[in-house]
């Protein structure tokens, strides 16, 4: 568990899929639902509390955000990343998401772990993850 000021960048993501469950709309519009692009952003909760979320990227599989969130937090064990199409009517589709321990994030050899980490049920998200503990 963690306790402290957790900063955590999202730069980007790729391989982002539209879902099966948004490809049931798309197939009315007359595009091929694989080729139906999303504007994707990403929820980020540490544990079962919701810290943030990134800005909307408009129609991109391959969206870049380079945004910075700093909170602090108390007993944390894990940093859930959920990506999310913007959908015009609420509420926003799941694409993917990740679990990231915060105790692999201490164990990590450098001091701010740089990551590519694997999306469910597809792409990959690329993280910055700083952890300062309350004590120095």
């Not at 139906?36 to 955000?65: A, C, E, G, M, N």
């Amino acid at each position: 568990m963690f306790t402290g000021k957790l900063q955590i960048k999202v730069c980007e993501a790729s391989g982002l899929r539209p879902t099966d469950f948004q490809k049931r709309h798309n197939l009315t519009f007359g595009k091929l639902a694989d080729e139906q692009l999303i504007d994707p952003y990403v929820s980020i909760d540490v544990d079962d509390s919701h810290f943030d979320r990134s800005t909307t990227r408009p129609k991109t599989f391959d969206p870049v955000w380079n945004e910075q969130f700093v909170h602090d937090v108390t007993n944390a064990k894990n940093i859930n990343l959920t990506v999310f199409h913007d959908a015009a009517l609420p509420p926003d589709d799941f694409v993917a998401n990740c679990i990231i321990p915060l105790e692999d994030i201490m164990q990590h050899e450098s001091g701010v772990p740089d990551l590519w980490v694997n999306l469910e049920p597809q792409g990959k998200i690329h993280v910055i993850i700083e952890l300062k503990n309350k004590n120095g």
